[in-house]
């Protein structure tokens, strides 16, 4: 019972880690809205900015989405958060994968250029986090601990996935 008692202290981390995630997704957005004279999808989608924008839009994203996700070595809340809380809220939270969605549906598709040049990084965190998560998985026999880096693992194949920028490799992810 002693690390359920410490679950308030993870669980006000853990918002401060997405709170944290939140911001370089603004400042993306506040660039890219800046570029394009307005913050509507469609028209940044029909609008691409230029290339030194969208390389930091793209880094931006992927710091983001990557605490979100969570990619290595933006990883270390997960574990830690599974430990602590609630059995149902963990359950929950391994579920989600709503970073590697925010990956598909804004990072790519709004730094297209960016994404074809860096697709070596994509596929090099999404190899990292992909090994990591399976030696984590390996080297803990607590059940709650092995499904987190289970999770991680997980991420780690869905954006190598999307480092194809196939359709293939998005659906795949």
């Known amino acids: 019972w002693g690390v359920v008692a410490d679950a308030p202290k ?7 880690i997405m709170l944290a995630g939140g ?39 992927l710091i983001g989405f990557g605490l979100k996700v969570p990619l290595v070595p933006l990883h270390t809340w997960l574990p830690q ?15 989600l994968k709503v970073g590697v969605y925010g990956l598909v549906r804004f990072a790519i598709p709004l730094a297209p250029d960016a994404a074809q040049d860096w ?10 986090t992909l090994i990591y998560g399976a030696v984590g998985v390996l080297a803990h026999s607590n059940l709650r601990v092995g ?12 954006v190598l996935g999307l480092s194809t920028l196939s359709e293939q490799g998005v659906h795949g992810a």
């Not at 993870?10 to 401060?16: D, E, H, P, T």
């Not at 070596?120 to 190899?127: E, K, Q, R, S, V």
């Not at 499904?147 to 869905?158: F, N, R, T």
């Open 10 to 16: 993870v669980a006000a981390r853990y918002v401060l």
């Open 23 to 61: 911001f370089p997704l603004l400042v993306a957005f506040v660039m890219l809205g800046g570029a394009a004279g307005s913050f509507d999808l469609t028209t940044l989608l029909a609008r691409p900015a230029d290339d030194g924008v969208q390389r930091i839009v793209l880094v931006l994203m």
């Open 81 to 95: 958060f599974a430990l602590a809380a609630p059995g149902s809220l963990t359950a929950v939270l391994i579920g």
């Open 119 to 128: 697709h070596w990084l994509l596929a090099g965190l999404g190899t990292l």
């Open 147 to 158: 499904l987190a880096y289970a999770s991680i693992c997980h991420v780690g194949l869905a």
